[in-house]
């Protein structure tokens, strides 16, 4: 007799799978060139404005592939500008996670607080983005934005 209650659920397996670095990806069998062709089409949507057509598609790369930066940060970026302030930070904050060096997520995290008033978070968040974009001169602009914004929420916060 088959015993269903030794053998692992579904669930456990695909849970299994996801924390050694397994992605939906790679279940459905897709190639990188894709998803690559996905993300050139959500990031075209998103440079034209249309911000429901790019989180759309940054939600599905990024539900194909949990362990890509430039997914979530589009998907947070996507959810900035349709005043999705909390969502944005939640999501920034996991791209945040995927690359320690890039200070985008950060700062646009932080962006994020301030709209929804945060003020604590948003100091932490620009801490880490100044943090960040002193790393590089390529990150120069990014570093400058903090920066203003530090004293601005610094106003804030007192």
Excluded at 41 to 52: D, T
Excluded at 73 to 80: A, D, H, K
Aim: some cysteine.
């Amino acid at each position: 007799m088959d015993n269903k209650a030794d053998q692992p659920s579904s669930a456990s397996l695909w849970l299994a799978f996801l924390a050694k670095g397994g992605t939906m990806k790679e279940i459905r069998k897709m190639d990188q060139s894709q998803l690559d062709a996905m993300y050139k089409v959500a990031y075209a949507r998103f440079n034209s404005g249309q911000f429901r057509d790019a989180l759309k598609v940054f939600r599905y790369l990024c539900l194909l592939d949990h362990t890509c930066y430039s997914y979530f940060l589009g998907l947070g970026l996507s959810q900035y500008e349709l005043s999705q302030f909390a969502q944005a930070a939640a999501t920034l904050a996991h791209a945040e996670k995927l690359d320690e060096k890039d200070p985008r997520a950060s700062l646009m995290m932080a962006k994020s607080f301030i709209e929804i008033e945060r003020w604590p978070l948003a100091q932490k968040a620009l801490a880490e983005a100044v943090l960040r974009a002193s790393q590089s001169a390529r990150w120069k602009d990014e570093l400058q934005q903090a920066k203003k914004l530090i004293s601005f929420v610094g106003n804030k916060l007192h």
